[in-house]
Protein backbone atom coordinates (compact mmCIF):
# COMPACT_ATOMS: atom_id res chain seq x y z
CA UNK A 1 0.00 0.00 0.00
CA UNK A 2 1.29 3.65 -0.77
CA UNK A 3 0.04 6.58 0.39
CA UNK A 4 1.60 10.22 0.00
CA UNK A 5 0.00 13.97 1.15
CA UNK A 6 0.90 16.09 3.51
CA UNK A 7 1.27 14.59 7.52
CA UNK A 8 -0.47 15.94 10.31
CA UNK A 9 0.19 14.36 14.02
CA UNK A 10 -1.79 11.57 14.55
CA UNK A 11 -5.18 11.51 15.66
CA UNK A 12 -5.77 9.36 18.40
CA UNK A 13 -8.49 7.17 20.48
CA UNK A 14 -8.48 6.46 24.23
CA UNK A 15 -9.21 2.27 23.80
CA UNK A 16 -6.42 -0.57 25.58
CA UNK A 17 -4.47 0.27 24.12
CA UNK A 18 -4.64 3.81 22.61
CA UNK A 19 -5.35 3.46 18.77
CA UNK A 20 -3.57 6.07 16.39
CA UNK A 21 -4.20 7.22 13.22
CA UNK A 22 -1.66 9.03 10.73
CA UNK A 23 -3.21 11.18 8.69
CA UNK A 24 -1.52 11.85 5.09
CA UNK A 25 -3.07 14.29 2.84
CA UNK A 26 -6.77 13.17 2.41
CA UNK A 27 -6.64 9.82 4.01
CA UNK A 28 -5.97 7.91 7.60
CA UNK A 29 -3.52 5.30 8.12
CA UNK A 30 -4.37 3.10 11.34
CA UNK A 31 -0.76 2.53 12.60
CA UNK A 32 -1.82 0.12 15.10
CA UNK A 33 -1.71 -2.48 11.96
CA UNK A 34 1.79 -1.66 11.33
CA UNK A 35 3.47 -2.91 14.92
CA UNK A 36 5.74 -5.68 13.91
CA UNK A 37 5.99 -4.62 10.39
CA UNK A 38 8.58 -2.76 8.25
CA UNK A 39 7.19 0.90 7.09
CA UNK A 40 9.19 3.12 4.78
CA UNK A 41 8.80 6.92 5.47
CA UNK A 42 9.70 9.36 2.12
CA UNK A 43 9.93 12.99 2.69
CA UNK A 44 9.59 14.34 -0.47
CA UNK A 45 11.29 17.91 0.42
CA UNK A 46 8.25 19.96 0.52
CA UNK A 47 6.35 21.62 3.09
CA UNK A 48 3.41 22.99 3.37
CA UNK A 49 2.75 25.60 6.25
CA UNK A 50 -0.43 24.16 8.16
CA UNK A 51 -2.27 27.44 8.77
CA UNK A 52 -1.89 29.08 5.39
CA UNK A 53 -1.14 26.17 3.30
CA UNK A 54 1.94 27.86 1.29
CA UNK A 55 4.87 26.30 0.82
CA UNK A 56 8.03 26.86 3.37
CA UNK A 57 11.29 26.23 3.17
CA UNK A 58 11.58 25.62 7.00
CA UNK A 59 8.92 24.96 9.39
CA UNK A 60 9.09 26.95 12.82
CA UNK A 61 7.29 25.30 15.91
CA UNK A 62 5.76 22.45 15.13
CA UNK A 63 4.31 23.26 11.23
CA UNK A 64 4.20 26.72 10.51
CA UNK A 65 5.79 29.25 7.83
CA UNK A 66 7.86 32.16 9.17
CA UNK A 67 4.82 34.45 8.34
CA UNK A 68 2.20 32.60 10.60
CA UNK A 69 4.74 32.33 13.15
CA UNK A 70 4.17 35.62 13.91
CA UNK A 71 1.01 36.13 13.08
CA UNK A 72 -1.42 32.80 13.38
CA UNK A 73 -3.38 32.55 16.88
CA UNK A 74 -2.47 28.47 17.19
CA UNK A 75 1.08 29.97 17.09
CA UNK A 76 0.93 32.44 19.58
CA UNK A 77 2.92 32.74 23.04
CA UNK A 78 -0.45 31.70 25.35
CA UNK A 79 0.42 28.39 23.62
CA UNK A 80 2.86 27.34 25.26
CA UNK A 81 2.78 29.55 28.24
CA UNK A 82 -0.69 29.89 29.06
CA UNK A 83 0.05 32.27 31.88
CA UNK A 84 0.45 34.79 29.10
CA UNK A 85 -2.85 34.32 27.40
CA UNK A 86 -4.62 37.75 27.67
CA UNK A 87 -8.10 36.86 26.18
CA UNK A 88 -10.02 37.98 29.00
CA UNK A 89 -9.09 41.54 29.14
CA UNK A 90 -10.00 41.13 24.93
CA UNK A 91 -6.61 41.25 23.88
CA UNK A 92 -5.23 38.27 21.17
CA UNK A 93 -4.24 37.61 18.09
CA UNK A 94 -7.34 36.90 17.03
CA UNK A 95 -10.12 37.90 18.97
CA UNK A 96 -12.69 35.11 17.37
CA UNK A 97 -10.19 32.49 17.92
CA UNK A 98 -9.21 33.22 21.67
CA UNK A 99 -13.44 32.81 22.57
CA UNK A 100 -13.01 29.58 21.00
CA UNK A 101 -9.64 28.41 22.25
CA UNK A 102 -8.46 30.76 25.73
CA UNK A 103 -11.95 31.98 26.55
CA UNK A 104 -13.09 28.62 27.87
CA UNK A 105 -13.13 25.56 30.43
CA UNK A 106 -9.52 24.61 31.24
CA UNK A 107 -8.22 21.82 33.04
CA UNK A 108 -4.93 21.93 35.07
CA UNK A 109 -3.62 18.09 35.99
CA UNK A 110 -1.36 16.16 37.08
CA UNK A 111 -0.02 13.48 34.90
CA UNK A 112 2.87 10.83 34.63
CA UNK A 113 4.71 10.63 31.61
CA UNK A 114 8.75 10.66 32.38
CA UNK A 115 7.78 11.14 36.32
CA UNK A 116 5.29 13.52 37.69
CA UNK A 117 3.84 16.56 35.83
CA UNK A 118 1.87 19.39 35.91
CA UNK A 119 0.40 20.79 32.70
CA UNK A 120 -2.62 22.48 31.41
CA UNK A 121 -4.92 21.89 28.56
CA UNK A 122 -8.77 22.87 26.89
CA UNK A 123 -11.14 20.72 28.23
CA UNK A 124 -11.82 19.33 25.44
CA UNK A 125 -8.40 18.21 24.74
CA UNK A 126 -8.99 15.57 27.44
CA UNK A 127 -7.44 13.08 27.56
CA UNK A 128 -6.41 13.58 23.77
CA UNK A 129 -3.77 15.81 25.41
CA UNK A 130 -2.01 13.04 27.88
CA UNK A 131 -1.95 10.31 25.11
CA UNK A 132 -0.01 12.65 22.65
CA UNK A 133 2.44 13.37 25.67
CA UNK A 134 2.95 9.73 26.43
CA UNK A 135 1.50 9.87 29.81
CA UNK A 136 0.52 6.72 31.56
CA UNK A 137 -2.08 8.10 33.83
CA UNK A 138 -3.29 11.59 34.98
CA UNK A 139 -5.75 13.16 36.82
CA UNK A 140 -7.61 16.48 36.67
CA UNK A 141 -6.66 19.40 39.64
CA UNK A 142 -8.11 22.30 38.59
CA UNK A 143 -10.98 23.64 36.40
CA UNK A 144 -10.55 27.47 35.38
CA UNK A 145 -13.11 29.57 33.15
CA UNK A 146 -10.26 30.36 30.69
CA UNK A 147 -6.38 30.03 29.83
CA UNK A 148 -4.98 32.47 32.00
CA UNK A 149 -6.12 31.57 35.27
CA UNK A 150 -5.32 27.90 34.36
CA UNK A 151 -1.57 29.14 33.40
CA UNK A 152 -1.08 31.09 37.11
CA UNK A 153 -2.43 27.51 38.45
CA UNK A 154 0.38 25.79 36.65
CA UNK A 155 2.95 28.42 36.84
CA UNK A 156 2.19 27.98 40.80
CA UNK A 157 2.37 24.46 40.69
CA UNK A 158 5.53 24.35 39.22
CA UNK A 159 7.89 25.61 42.09
CA UNK A 160 7.02 21.90 43.53
CA UNK A 161 6.43 19.84 40.20
CA UNK A 162 8.11 19.45 36.92
CA UNK A 163 6.25 20.61 33.90
CA UNK A 164 8.06 18.95 31.56
CA UNK A 165 8.36 15.29 29.92
CA UNK A 166 11.94 13.85 29.84
CA UNK A 167 11.14 12.22 26.07
CA UNK A 168 13.91 9.64 26.23
CA UNK A 169 12.83 8.32 29.34
CA UNK A 170 9.18 8.45 28.59
CA UNK A 171 9.72 6.57 25.48
CA UNK A 172 11.75 3.43 27.55
CA UNK A 173 10.14 2.14 29.50
CA UNK A 174 6.05 1.29 30.40
CA UNK A 175 6.07 4.21 32.91
CA UNK A 176 4.65 2.57 35.94
CA UNK A 177 4.24 5.13 38.27
CA UNK A 178 4.83 4.34 41.96
CA UNK A 179 2.59 8.00 42.54
CA UNK A 180 -0.84 7.62 44.14
CA UNK A 181 -2.04 10.57 41.96
CA UNK A 182 -5.30 11.05 44.06
CA UNK A 183 -2.96 11.74 47.32
CA UNK A 184 -0.76 13.87 45.26
CA UNK A 185 -3.93 15.91 44.25
CA UNK A 186 -4.81 16.01 48.13
CA UNK A 187 -1.68 17.37 48.98
CA UNK A 188 -1.70 19.79 46.28
CA UNK A 189 -5.12 21.54 47.45
CA UNK A 190 -3.31 21.85 50.70
CA UNK A 191 -0.40 23.77 48.68
CA UNK A 192 -3.01 26.09 46.83
CA UNK A 193 -3.12 30.00 47.93
CA UNK A 194 -6.70 30.73 48.70
CA UNK A 195 -7.83 32.67 45.39
CA UNK A 196 -6.94 29.89 43.65
CA UNK A 197 -8.30 26.85 45.75
CA UNK A 198 -11.90 27.75 44.30
CA UNK A 199 -10.69 26.09 40.95
CA UNK A 200 -10.08 23.21 42.61
CA UNK A 201 -11.75 20.17 40.74
CA UNK A 202 -13.42 17.60 42.79
CA UNK A 203 -13.28 15.20 39.44
CA UNK A 204 -11.27 12.47 41.38
CA UNK A 205 -10.99 9.97 38.04
CA UNK A 206 -7.90 8.55 37.59
CA UNK A 207 -7.00 8.01 33.56
CA UNK A 208 -4.83 5.18 32.57
CA UNK A 209 -3.47 5.04 29.51
CA UNK A 210 -1.79 2.10 27.63
CA UNK A 211 -0.16 2.39 24.37
CA UNK A 212 0.32 -0.21 21.60
CA UNK A 213 4.24 -0.77 22.22
CA UNK A 214 5.53 -4.11 21.42
CA UNK A 215 8.92 -3.99 22.88
CA UNK A 216 10.73 -1.11 24.70
CA UNK A 217 14.08 -0.65 23.91
CA UNK A 218 17.49 0.22 26.15
CA UNK A 219 18.75 2.10 23.31
CA UNK A 220 16.78 5.68 22.16
CA UNK A 221 18.10 7.48 19.05
CA UNK A 222 15.94 10.65 17.39
CA UNK A 223 15.57 10.20 13.89
CA UNK A 224 13.89 13.21 11.48
CA UNK A 225 13.36 13.86 8.01
CA UNK A 226 15.55 16.98 7.31
CA UNK A 227 18.45 14.66 8.06
CA UNK A 228 17.43 11.49 7.43
CA UNK A 229 14.51 12.00 4.20
CA UNK A 230 14.17 8.11 3.62
CA UNK A 231 12.79 6.52 6.82
CA UNK A 232 12.47 2.69 7.24
CA UNK A 233 12.34 0.42 9.72
CA UNK A 234 10.35 -2.37 11.67
CA UNK A 235 7.47 -0.58 13.74
CA UNK A 236 7.86 -1.65 17.44
CA UNK A 237 5.38 0.47 18.86
CA UNK A 238 4.03 3.88 19.30
CA UNK A 239 3.85 6.40 22.77
CA UNK A 240 2.69 9.67 22.59
CA UNK A 241 3.60 10.99 19.18
CA UNK A 242 6.26 9.17 18.51
CA UNK A 243 6.83 6.02 16.66
CA UNK A 244 9.60 3.37 17.84
CA UNK A 245 11.55 1.06 15.65
CA UNK A 246 12.89 -1.71 16.72
CA UNK A 247 16.07 -0.68 16.27
CA UNK A 248 15.61 1.98 19.23
CA UNK A 249 15.35 4.86 16.40
CA UNK A 250 12.20 7.16 17.15
CA UNK A 251 10.10 9.76 15.36
CA UNK A 252 8.14 12.34 16.81
CA UNK A 253 5.65 12.73 13.92
CA UNK A 254 4.12 15.94 15.53
CA UNK A 255 7.43 17.86 15.11
CA UNK A 256 6.83 17.09 11.17
CA UNK A 257 3.26 18.68 10.67
CA UNK A 258 2.70 19.69 6.61
CA UNK A 259 5.54 17.35 5.71
CA UNK A 260 4.87 16.29 2.25
CA UNK A 261 5.58 12.34 2.67
CA UNK A 262 5.42 9.13 0.76
CA UNK A 263 4.41 6.32 2.89
CA UNK A 264 4.98 2.48 1.54
CA UNK A 265 3.05 -0.17 3.91
CA UNK A 266 2.92 -4.03 3.66
CA UNK A 267 -0.07 -5.23 2.36
ZN1 LIG B 1 1.69 30.05 6.92
Known amino acids: MQYEGNIF ?22 MNDFTGKEINLFFTG ?46 ARDMEWAKKHDLINHIVYLSFTS ?18 QGATEAIQLAKTPNRHIAGVIEVFLK ?25 E ?21 ITK ?20 PDIKGVLSGIKGQYLIFEDGMVLNIRKFNGYYLKIELPA
Not at 12 to 29: R, S, W
Not at 115 to 132: A, F, M, N, S, Y
Not at 186 to 194: F, M, R, W
Open 115 to 132: ELKVGVTRHTQIPTRWID
Open 209 to 228: IKYPVNQFSGKIKSTGFDKT
Open 46 to 91: RINCISCGKLTKRSFSQGFCYSCLQTAPEAGESVIRPELSKAQFGI
Open 9 to 30: KMRTEQANPVNYFLPVGEDEIK
Open 159 to 183: RFYNDRTNWRTMLKNRGDSETDLLK
Open 185 to 205: KKKIYKLLPAELKKYYFENDE
